[in-house]
């Protein structure tokens, strides 16, 4: 990922500045990738997002780099992470843009769906990954939660992420503990029926359970 303070490396800036005439933010990111490379000995990575859209000035130029590092063979493929629709449109109307991002990486759980963002993201072919997909396990004795549960005979958890898939989506639960790691897996041999999955869409309360920049000018 590329984290907002790589505006902030100055040796970056100073090395890599815009002598070029390359929109703010576009040497930096090129360099930042290209350290990641460096120090990982990888000859390319698949998939490298933008981490947040907090900087309005250098956006649209740090995705451009990202766009160029694609076409050299250094990125496989780039994508957005907490990005909300505002700053997806200003990709997509940007005439230099060629490539919309893959997936927007971003928190989605039953409290939370942002209904417009995933109708949004649908309809231009980019993939929700959803951050936090478990709600970080505030509310996993919700009673509709625990009752559709006890109906499918498994744990929360496991309805959660089931949840996720059948919206279509990429969930991404975090655990250090193996066997938490391994139930999540276990999650690929039973189906929510359309009830059920109504029932969960309806917990929606507009909840986030980390810093939400999708709303970021």
Same mark, same amino acid.
């Given at each position: 990922?590329?984290?907002?303070?790589?505006?902030?490396?100055?040796?970056?800036?100073?090395?890599?500045?815009?002598?070029?005439?390359?929109?703010?933010?576009?040497?930096?990111?090129?360099?930042?990738?290209?350290?990641?490379?460096?120090?990982?000995?990888?000859?390319?990575?698949?998939?490298?997002?933008?981490?947040?859209?907090?900087?309005?000035?250098?956006?649209?130029?740090?995705?451009?780099?990202?766009?160029?590092?694609?076409?050299?063979?250094?990125?496989?493929?780039?994508?957005?992470?907490?990005? +909300?629709?505002?700053? @997806?449109?200003?990709?997509?109307?940007?005439? /230099?843009? &060629?490539?919309?991002?893959? *997936?927007?990486?971003? =928190?989605?759980?039953?409290?939370?769906?942002?209904?417009?963002?995933?109708?949004?993201?649908?309809?231009?072919?980019?993939?929700?990954?959803?951050?936090?997909?478990?709600?970080?396990?505030?509310?996993?004795?919700?009673?509709?939660?625990?009752?559709?549960?006890?109906?499918?005979?498994?744990?929360?958890?496991?309805?959660?992420?089931?949840?996720?898939?059948?919206? +279509?989506?990429?969930? @991404?639960?975090?655990?250090?503990?193996?066997? /938490?790691? &391994?139930?999540?897996?276990? *999650?690929?041999?039973? =189906?929510?029926?359309?009830?059920?999955?109504?029932?969960?869409?309806?917990?929606?309360?507009?909840?986030?359970?980390?810093?939400?920049?999708?709303?970021?000018?």
């Amino acid at each position: 990922k590329l984290w907002p303070d790589y505006k902030y490396d100055m040796a970056l800036i100073i090395n890599n500045g815009q002598a070029d005439k390359s929109p703010m933010g576009y040497q930096p990111t090129r360099a930042k990738v290209l350290w990641s490379l460096n120090v990982s000995g990888l000859d390319y990575i698949d998939l490298y997002l933008i981490n947040s859209p907090v900087d309005p000035e250098y956006r649209v130029g740090a995705w451009l780099a990202l766009q160029d590092l694609v076409a050299e063979g250094k990125l496989k493929s780039i994508g957005v992470s907490n990005y +909300g629709r505002r700053h @997806i449109e200003e990709l997509l109307l940007d005439k /230099r843009v &060629k490539l919309y991002p893959v *997936v927007n990486q971003v =928190e989605m759980h039953p409290w939370g769906h942002r209904g417009d963002l995933a109708s949004f993201c649908a309809d231009h072919g980019i993939t929700i990954q959803a951050h936090s997909p478990l709600a970080k396990a505030r509310v996993l004795e919700d009673c509709e939660l625990l009752q559709i549960a006890s109906e499918v005979q498994r744990t929360p958890a496991q309805v959660l992420i089931r949840w996720s898939l059948q919206k +279509g989506w990429i969930p @991404i639960p975090k655990s250090v503990t193996p066997s /938490r790691i &391994k139930e999540n897996s276990r *999650v690929f041999d039973f =189906e929510l029926d359309g009830d059920q999955m109504f029932r969960l869409n309806e917990l929606e309360s507009g909840m986030t359970t980390a810093w939400d920049p999708s709303n970021e000018a």
